[in-house]
């Protein structure tokens, strides 16, 4: 199919222009000034007057929950919500049942998306303590990298042995793929647990959740992180970095790398989490176990502090943690609830609220979410509206009444959202993906599936 997209503002590559943009197949084929006249025949013409143009989201950080959780979510229900929400490529999580730390685990996910996935995708591979093998003969070209658990996770994907450890950060060097760690100390948490225990009971409220997985186990767990891959020049990303003092660590620590010129500047990135932006300690009273997630929701002072980070350079992805589990799940309080909750599909209408904040700029915004997360994997022709590149585009209007968001609205399994209630000014109008127009305000294209990302 021939698309012309018209008259709307196209965001790419730090500027902003009104102009048109042609799709041939699965291909872009130009992007045009208004200046320009497009000419030729066009199976679909979009008027994009007074919206903006933007590359497709790529999402590196979600729990799809396929296989072996799927009562609380599945590849199809969860990428059919990226599509209302403007995510065309996402990199799902290793824990999953079984865990993705075989080869095996790893071509049934494949499989899976295949069959069942509306956008593009692909899938971390898990370190373990005991899977050093498999991951020297891990195909660099078709993961964006390996997933970490460095302290703290579920069931026995948690590696806290310091020779184990070094092994994981040695071989992500060797393999020269990205090593995306979760970073919380557990033996700091599990210390704190005991004392939260002992003072408010079994089960303690989840105001006290921030206490328990403190400031203290991330800063102490992502400084032996970064230790170690300064020790090998491991390239280093921090997933969802949740403390002020975290993005001082990666300051630092870049600042000393350009000083001294041995290591590249971004060799060290950090992550932060649409949910982290938005909340903090204070939204616990009113949404309760709702933001319970892993790493917490800290403090206002670290929510400002992460909101800096996006414009001054320190942050270098925006994903999501998409992470969803039934209500029933959520039931309990900093003992006994479940962590995650699922943010993709209102992912980009709350930066883009956050744009108009002026937390930071659209061009900003697009670099975080499309252009960085495709530089910083390697993903190959995506995250850019460029000629030859795959045409995964995103039309989003802010001329149109405000709305509020309900459960209806909703496409996620789970069928809840923290953002519940939450007024909008922005909506993801079009999604195009591989160059098919699978979300035409509001109607979906059950048939359509997305393709497997290839990296260089």
């Known amino acids: 199919m021939n698309i012309l997209i018209k008259n709307g503002t196209i965001v790419n590559e730090g500027k902003s222009f009104i102009g048109s943009i042609i799709v041939e197949d699965d291909k872009i084929k130009a992007s045009l ?18 919206c903006f143009v933007i590359p497709g989201v790529i999402d590196s950080h979600v729990h799809f929950r396929e296989p072996g959780l799927t009562h609380k979510a599945d590849i199809e229900s969860e990428s059919r919500a990226a599509a209302y929400g403007g995510v065309t490529t996402y990199f799902d999580m290793p824990n999953t049942k079984p865990q993705t730390t075989s080869l095996e685990a790893l071509e049934e996910k494949f499989r899976i998306a295949r069959d069942k996935s509306h956008v593009n995708y692909s899938f971390f591979f898990g370190a373990a303590s005991d899977n050093a093998e498999i ?8 993961i964006p990298g390996l997933k970490l658990f460095m302290g703290s996770s579920t069931g026995n994907m948690l590696v806290d042995k310091d020779e184990a450890l070094e092994h994981i950060f040695q071989i992500s060097k060797t393999l020269d793929m990205p090593l995306m760690v979760h970073c919380e100390d557990s033996t700091v948490i599990n210390a704190n647990m005991e004392k939260a225990k002992a003072l408010y009971g079994e089960d303690p409220d989840i105001i006290h959740h921030p206490e328990i997985r403190s400031s203290e186990a991330c800063i102490k767990s992502a400084s032996k992180g970064l230790t170690l891959a300064m020790k090998y020049g491991t390239r280093l990303h921090l997933a969802h970095v949740s403390t002020q003092e975290e993005l001082a660590l990666v300051k630092e620590q870049n600042a000393r790398c350009q000083e001294n010129r041995t290591e590249s500047p971004t060799q060290i990135t950090c992550e932060a989490t649409v949910s982290h932006l938005l909340f903090c300690d204070k939204d616990y009273e009113t949404l309760g176990t709702r933001i319970k997630c892993n790493p917490a929701i800290k403090t206002f002072s670290d929510k400002e ?5 996006l414009s001054d350079g320190t942050i270098f992805t925006i994903g999501t943690d998409h992470a969803p589990h039934t209500l029933d799940e959520k039931k309990g309080g900093a003992s006994k609830a479940v962590s995650g909750m699922p943010m993709l599909q209102f992912s980009l209408v709350s930066m883009l609220s956050l744009v108009d904040e002026g937390v930071l700029s659209m061009e900003r915004m697009v670099e975080l979410m499309c252009h960085n997360p495709a530089q910083l994997f390697s993903v190959r ?10 045409a995964d585009i995103v039309i989003v209007s802010r001329n149109i009444p405000e709305w509020t968001l309900t459960s209806d ?32 305000n509001g109607v979906f294209d059950e048939n359509s599936r997305g393709e497997e990302v290839c990296f260089r």
Request: aromatic share 10%; net charge positive.
């Open 33 to 50: 000034p208004y200046t320009e006249t497009p000419r030729g025949v066009y199976d679909k013409e979009i008027d994009a007057t007074g």
């Open 135 to 142: 991951l020297r003969n891990i195909d660099r070209h078709s």
């Open 305 to 309: 502090a992460l909101r800096r980070g």
């Open 381 to 390: 022709e995506r995250g850019f509206l460029r000629k030859n590149y795959k």
């Open 409 to 440: 609205d909703i496409q996620s399994k789970c069928h809840w959202s923290p953002l519940e209630g939450k007024t909008f000014r922005w909506r993801v109008v079009h999604t195009i993906c591989n160059g098919k127009h699978i979300f035409d």
